[in-house]
């Protein structure tokens, strides 16, 4: 399969005249990539798309369409509040092209395509309302909120906006509650141990000190020898510093002596490699840095209890960051009122 013109792709996306599954049907790309491509490259469509291709259909108008200038690009500085708010409805997300939203697409507005937005950002009609721009009066604010929200077109791109938010969070909160699990299953022994080791008298012939090799005895000898001393005793070779103790040995009743071991912390992995934050060099030594196991257990806790992972419902959290600001403010207490409850107007 040849490789899809750009260069095309981006002339026909911009122009507006094609609706987006015609643009990608007619270079053989699914509307996923579609997006994929747009927002990657900053591409902006033209506005009046639809009235175009309405036009084009044989829809005869008797009134004159809105004549609006070209989009100004997005380093300008020089540009109204309102054609700001256009541009980030038709780019909303950059980064995140899933979650773009393109008027034309769903038939609507621009500002019915801020209020469908706005009504999933805030999980609010009357915060779409006051999002898109509308007149805020306290007596007709939430009628005409409502109106606008049954609209089917509109409701359809919220559906859709929201279909999409929910299959992003819910990857994102599967990967939370793995790394959360991997940090409560970790073994702390893993990275640091405290052990009881053979001293030299454990395994020795009949429990005399015990040499590494011939070469360390022999340094031994040579020192006493030079001391003046009798030549050190001689319990074999073979010394293995991190053998057990030998529970029978007289000079340390089989408790050996202390030890404490780090392991090689490239070696780890899974849910001991998630524990792991790092090792820090201090003036008392090596400093081994992890994760608080008590705090994930009850991270872990509150984000099962408050979030319902298999709920299709449109209370579903719109991200990570607001459940974080909310374990800082939770109290242990049940029925605590957080940021996760539902604060819905609808």
């Known amino acids: 399969m040849s490789k899809p013109d750009e260069k095309a792709i981006e002339r026909d996306f911009c122009a507006g005249v094609l609706s987006l599954q015609a643009v990608a049907d007619k270079y053989e790309i699914t509307i996923k990539a579609l997006r994929y491509m747009a ?32 989009i100004p690009p997005q380093n300008t500085d020089e540009r109204s509040p309102e054609s700001e708010q ?38 609010s009609r009357i915060g779409g309302y006051r999002f898109a721009g509308y007149s805020d009066n306290k007596k007709t604010a939430y009628v005409e909120a409502s109106r606008l929200y049954r609209k089917p077109n509109i409701a359809r791109a919220i559906r859709e906006l929201k279909n999409r938010m929910r299959k992003r969070y819910t990857a994102d909160l599967d990967e939370i509650v793995d790394q959360l699990v991997a940090i409560t299953k970790a073994d702390p022994n893993a990275l640091t141990q405290y052990r009881r080791l053979n001293c030299r008298y454990c395994w020795g012939e009949n429990h005399l000190y015990q040499w590494r090799d011939i070469q360390e005895f022999d340094r031994a000898a040579e020192k006493n020898m030079k001391d003046g001393k009798a030549e050190p005793e001689y319990g074999g070779l073979g010394f293995i510093e991190n053998a057990d103790p030998n529970p029978d040995c ?24 998630q524990y792991l934050l790092g090792v820090k060099q201090t003036k008392n030594g090596i400093e081994v840095i992890t994760e608080d196991k008590k705090a994930a257990r009850q991270m872990l806790i509150q984000l099962i209890t408050k979030l319902d992972l298999n709920n299709q419902d449109d209370n579903t959290p719109k991200g990570m960051g607001d459940f974080y600001a909310d374990l800082g403010k939770a109290e242990s207490q049940s029925g605590t009122k957080t940021v996760l409850d539902d604060e819905s107007e609808e």
């Open 39 to 70: 927002g990657k490259r900053g591409w902006v469509r033209a506005k009046g798309a639809g009235a175009k291709a309405g036009q084009k259909a044989g829809a005869k108008k008797n009134y004159a369409p809105k004549k609006s200038g070209p």
């Open 86 to 123: 256009i541009s980030t409805v038709k780019i909303m997300h950059h980064d995140d092209v899933d979650l773009a939203l393109d008027p034309d697409e769903f038939g609507l507005t621009e500002k019915e395509a801020l209020f469908a937005w706005g009504c999933v950002k805030t999980n």
């Open 250 to 273: 007289p000079g340390c009743y089989g408790e050996g002596s202390g030890d404490i071991f780090i392991s090689d912390t490239r070696d780890l992995d899974g849910p001991d490699r």
